[in-house]
């Protein structure tokens, strides 16, 4: 059974952090591609940042570059997404995604998310 478990989230100042996790299990964690998205209320979900099956590489939105930092720990099975600098329009639930290419196969499996709020 393939599960994403996001924890972390919750209420924050203006200006202040928050760590996300996401812990999987049923598949092989270090064979897949990690990722963050977010949903804002009336939006689209939209891509945070990513990670390769290594770590070895990392992207990151531009709204969110210099303000955040995504990690993993392949023996934990547990990818991490550490938000600093948090401003109100941060506000979104926030899912985790694990992605994996096998020929023309795609595999995909996202989280149940994690809200994340922003407000004074």
């Known amino acids: 059974q393939v599960q994403l478990v996001e924890s972390g989230g919750g209420l924050v100042q203006p200006g202040g952090s928050l760590r996300l996790s996401c812990a999987a299990s049923g598949f092989t964690f270090s064979s897949y591609v990690m990722s963050w998205y977010r949903q804002a209320p009336g939006k689209e979900r939209e891509l945070v940042a990513g990670?390769?099956?290594?770590?070895?590489?990392?992207n990151y939105a531009d709204s969110m570059k210099g303000r955040c930092t995504i990690s993993r720990d392949n023996a934990k099975n547990t990818v991490y997404l550490q938000m600093n600098s948090l401003k109100p329009e941060d506000t979104a639930v926030y899912y985790c995604k694990a992605r994996r290419m096998l020929g023309t196969r795609d595999y995909a499996y996202w989280g149940q998310g994690t809200q994340v709020t922003v407000s004074s």
């Open positions: 990670i390769t099956s290594t770590g070895g590489s990392t």
